[in-house]
Nanobody, 116 residues
Framework: QSQVVESGGGLVQPGGSLRLSCAAS????????IGWFRQAPGKEREGIAC????????DYADSVKGRFTISRDNAKNTGYLHLSSLKAEDTAAYYC?????????WGQGNQVIVSS
């Protein structure tokens, strides 16, 4: 029953923005690191952002730094990724992961397509 589910993806114009959500159920998210990953067709899955359990520390891949923002609301048991200034090369399936010592949960993936 424990799982995370992504939502908020879709079709966006270049230069546009959207917010992805990662909602946890069946467990309490507040002691888990949240990471976001993406995989474009024909490419390896890459880590793009992560946030500590308290929200104090964040880290970003160079490819998204300055454009994407990771956040969390532990009271809502949900993590977020804000995507801005989107480029065609951001088109990918985006995945959320919640992890701590000895366990992790992966979302099913959510598609983001950047196209005019």
């Amino acid at each position: 029953q424990s799982q995370v589910v992504e939502s908020g993806g879709g079709l966006v114009q270049p230069g546009g923005s959207l917010r992805l959500s990662c909602a946890a159920s069946g467990f309490t998210l507040d002691h888990y690191v949240i990471g976001w990953f993406r995989q474009a067709p024909g490419k390896e899955r890459e880590g793009i952002a992560c946030i500590s359990s308290s929200g104090e520390n964040t880290d970003y891949a160079d490819s998204v730094k300055g454009r994407f923002t990771i956040s969390r609301d532990n009271a809502k048991n949900t993590g977020y990724l804000h995507l801005s200034s989107l480029k065609a090369e951001d088109t990918a399936a985006y995945y959320c992961n919640a992890g701590r010592n000895g366990e992790d949960y992966w979302g099913q993936g959510n598609q983001v397509i950047v196209s005019s």
